[in-house]
């Protein structure tokens, strides 16, 4: 599911990472929880957005 990822060094001790991510809105939610619980990651936030073709 994931499309793209970025990998910026902000310094010496931190990295920035932006990944792209496509499907079903629980299972990006899942993988984002999943990567904020990995050790050293420090702070993530997600940002979701659709095209509203399966909106009802
Ligand atoms: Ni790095």
């Given at each position: ?12 001790d931190?990295c ?41």
């Amino acid at each position: 599911m994931i499309i793209s990822a970025q990998h910026i060094h902000l310094d010496h001790d931190n990295c920035l990472e932006i990944i792209a991510v496509k499907g079903n809105s629980s299972e990006v939610q899942k993988l984002a929880d999943t990567l904020k619980a990995v050790k050293d990651v420090k702070h993530g936030t997600l940002s979701m957005s659709t095209t509203g073709k399966d909106l009802i």
